[in-house]
């Protein structure tokens, strides 16, 4: 208990001064290759203060300049977790109206070119798809968590999101699955304590998204979330973890839970 204690100071003396020092860098230096340098370096720092050891197998990576990444939601250290792991890539994250509210840290992630989703606004969340199926014309590669929330059951995913699979399909780029496991150790939904634990990225083959039309949206929901739930659940395993019965899929239909 001390030692996590200790290792939770840590993490904030880190965390505070290197996140403000990064918003004033990429503000600063937005659209340039030292400002994707400078986020990578961001999270390997608050990743080597929070003690997390990744290991990652990116061998399935397509030599393409822009992708869609796919990745189940664990933690609120995902984020830089991924940004650690996908470095070079000019990946930007499809996430919730609320991070961008956070001062200094929101500010940064607008000025950096995230793309924020409001949950609650479905003409909202229509422009935004817009604007992350334009990032990934202009050569970015749109992060999207298919889960729409933190998944507090390490044993299966989530059900996915409609509005997830509407945004890759839009996007027109090739879709590339990620699983992450054992996220959920390093800082859980709703505790402030950091725990330092292994966590393994997996990069999936290529799932093509010609054979999908939009009206076909559903259909390619659920056979994405049958793909990453298989690979997650073995993953898991590798990792001494129990895997249950994936929950039903929700009706997600075109509402408010779009996302």
């Known amino acids: 208990m001390r030692e996590i204690m200790f290792r939770s100071i840590w993490f904030v003396i880190v965390l505070v001064p290197f996140t403000l020092f990064f918003c004033v860098w990429c503000t600063l230096l937005k659209g340039t290759a030292t400002s994707e340098w400078g986020q990578g370096f961001w999270a390997k720092i608050i990743l080597w203060a929070a003690g997390a050891k990744v290991e990652l197998d ?8 822009s992708v869609v990444f796919l990745c189940n939601h664990q933690s609120h250290m995902d984020i830089p977790l991924l940004c650690a792991a996908l470095a070079g890539h000019k990946i930007r994250f499809v996430a919730k ?51 729409g929330t933190r998944n507090m059951r390490p044993e299966a995913l989530l059900p996915f999101k409609i509005g997830a699979a509407v945004v890759a399909l ?8 990620l699983v992450m496991a054992g996220s959920h150790r390093l800082l859980p939904k709703g505790l402030l304590s950091i725990t330092p634990t292994v966590i393994r990225i997996k990069a999936l083959p290529p799932l093509d998204v010609s054979q999908y039309t939009i009206k076909e949206r559903e259909l390619f929901r659920q056979d994405m979330y049958a793909v990453m739930n298989t690979a ?22 075109e509402g408010d839970d779009v996302f």
Not at 106 to 118: K, L, V
Not at 170 to 177: A, E, F, N
Not at 232 to 253: D, H, I, K
């Open 97 to 147: 109206k609320s991070l961008f509210d956070i001062p200094v840290f929101g500010w940064a992630m607008r000025e950096f070119g995230h793309i924020s989703i409001d949950r609650s606004n479905r003409r909202s969340g229509m422009k935004s798809i817009e604007i992350a199926a334009q990032k990934a014309r202009d050569g970015f590669s749109p992060v999207i968590f298919p889960e």
């Open 58 to 65: 990116l061998s399935a990576l397509p030599d393409i300049q």
């Open 170 to 177: 839009k996007c027109g780029r090739p879709i590339v699955p």
């Open 232 to 253: 997650y659940q073995s993953l898991w395993r590798e990792m001494g973890g129990t895997v249950a019965e994936a929950p039903a899929a929700a009706e997600c239909g």
